[in-house]
């Protein structure tokens, strides 16, 4: 069964950093591009980046580029959001999805894991 | 900046039919964009129902389907059941990057 648990999340001051985590079980991770997508607290869904199955093609939403940066180990079956210059506006539910591009689509969630900028 | 719009709110009763819409600020979407479909419940993670404007993913209930009507993507519940009653997104691909529209909140009433 295709398995996708976040952690990391907390509590961390405006301009502190934090790290997500993203485990994969149950398929091929390897094979897979991966996306992290946000939820603000009685909002919407916010895509914030994706990574490729081989890392060579990352893209960022504008709200983050250069303040965040993904990453995997397809060794580990693990995906990262290195999350650094935060802000309140990045308070969200941070979920790890598969994503099988423009053709398949997103298909398999997380349960996300909360992130929360506060002083 | 590109905007993808959805209507914030629509009613329907049970055993009937609705119709959401995910309209581009930049022009008609097409199967280009490759219009996905989210159902999200209160409390819970949102789950996938269309990919590429029609396609059903193997869990999703035979009465949803995905089109493009009129210059937009739309998701279209036929025999609405109560369980049904969520908030949905539609999601738009703009070369690698991806779009979220802002939700559509389903009663059913």
């Known amino acids: 069964q295709v398995h996708l648990v976040e952690s990391g999340g907390g509590l961390v001051k405006p301009g502190g950093s934090l790290r997500l985590s993203c485990a994969a079980s149950g398929f091929t991770f390897s094979d897979y591009y991966m996306s992290w997508i946000r939820q603000a607290p009685g909002k919407g869904l916010e895509w914030v980046s994706y990574?490729?199955?081989?890392?060579?093609?990352?893209k960022y939403a504008d709200s983050v580029r250069g303040r965040f940066t993904i990453s995997r180990d397809n060794a580990k079956n693990s995906l990262y959001l290195q999350m650094n210059s935060l802000r309140a506006e990045d308070t969200a539910v941070y979920y790890c999805?598969?994503?099988?591009?423009?053709?398949?689509?997103?298909?398999?969630w997380g349960q996300g894991t909360t992130v929360t900028v506060s002083s | 900046q590109t905007v993808v719009t959805q209507e914030p709110s629509l009613t329907v009763s049970p055993g009937g039919t609705v119709t959401l819409t995910c309209a581009s600020s930049t022009g008609a979407v097409t199967s280009g964009y490759y219009p996905n479909w989210f159902q999200q419940k209160p409390g819970q993670a949102p789950r996938a129902l269309i990919y590429?404007?029609?396609n059903k993913h193997s869990w999703t209930p035979a009465r949803f389907s995905g089109s493009l009507l009129g210059g937009k993507a739309a998701l279209t519940l036929s025999g609405v059941q109560p369980e049904d009653e969520a908030e949905y997104y539609c999601l738009l691909y703009y070369g690698g990057a991806r779009l979220f529209g802002g939700g559509t909140k389903l009663t059913v009433l």
């Open positions: 590429s404007t029609s």
């Open positions: 990574i490729s199955s081989s890392s060579s093609d990352i």
């Open positions: 999805v598969r994503d099988l591009g423009s053709g398949g689509g997103i298909d398999v």
